[in-house]
C-alpha cells in the first residue's frame, strides 16, 4: 500500500497524519502543562511549565506536541525552572 501522506492546510503548512490512525483530521490547539520528573527522588522538585501546541487527532485521540525549545535542558539535566519554589542549594 502506497503511503500517500503529503496532504497540505489551507496556508500550505505540511500536515503530518496521525501516527496511530493515519488520520489528516486533526485540530491544533494551545495547551498548558505541567512537567514532573517521575521516580521518589523527584516528589519534592516542582514541575517544569510549558505551553506548547498540542496537535490532538480527532478521529482516535491520539496526541503529539513538541516540548518548546527553552525547557529542553531543565529536561536534559533533571532541574526544574527557576520558579517561586525553594531551590535546592547545598552549603
Ligand atoms: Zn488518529
Redesign the pocket.
Known amino acids: 500500500m502506497a503511503c500517500n501522506s503529503s496532504e497540505t492546510t489551507d496556508d500550505g503548512g505540511f500536515v503530518m ?7 489528516t ?2 485540530a491544533e490547539i494551545a495547551a498548558e502543562m505541567m512537567i514532573h520528573f517521575s521516580g521518589l527522588k523527584n516528589l519534592d522538585k516542582p514541575g517544569i511549565r510549558a505551553f506548547p501546541k498540542l496537535v490532538v ?6 496526541s503529539r506536541f513538541t516540548v518548546p525549545e527553552s525547557e529542553l535542558p531543565f529536561l536534559a539535566n533533571g532541574a526544574p525552572a527557576r520558579e517561586n519554589a525553594t531551590p535546592e542549594r547545598c552549603l
Open positions: 497524519p496521525c501516527l496511530s490512525c493515519a488520520s483530521y486533526q487527532c480527532l478521529v482516535c485521540g491520539f
